[in-house]
């Protein structure tokens, strides 16, 4: 028998089996902005634990969109890996120094972002 948090996975797993690329990508998108929102609480609670795992999984997400680029379509992809680097350091000094501002300024360009990948889409 199948409890809720069990279907959850399996509904997410079909998810992420099934999307296509980009749809992919915007669910990373998702992750990314999600994991900096939490982030920012757990900075304003001062809860330096939950800060750090949250910033750490934003950062985990940022290297998976950067090892996802492909170089050879050109210029895009190596603005994109400068962008995704920028936002790392970032977050990793807003994780040192308890600096929500930086992190909010790295979740508006990947909300930017997110949209102009929706409006692709």
Do not use: P
């Amino acid at each position: 028998m199948y409890n809720n948090s069990n279907a959850y996975n399996i509904y997410e797993t079909n998810n992420v089996t099934t999307a296509s690329l980009k749809k992919l990508l915007i669910m990373l998108y998702d992750g990314v902005i999600r994991f900096c929102r939490l982030a920012e609480v757990a900075i304003r609670e001062k809860n330096i634990e939950k800060k750090n795992e949250y910033l750490k999984r934003a950062q985990d997400i940022l290297a998976e969109l950067a090892a996802s680029l492909n170089f050879e379509a050109g210029e895009t992809a190596e603005r994109l890996a400068a962008l995704y680097a920028f936002m790392t350091r970032e977050l990793v000094e807003a994780n040192i120094r308890m600096d929500e501002e930086k992190v909010q300024e790295v979740r508006g360009f990947l909300e930017e972002l997110r949209e102009a990948w929706v409006a692709i889409s």
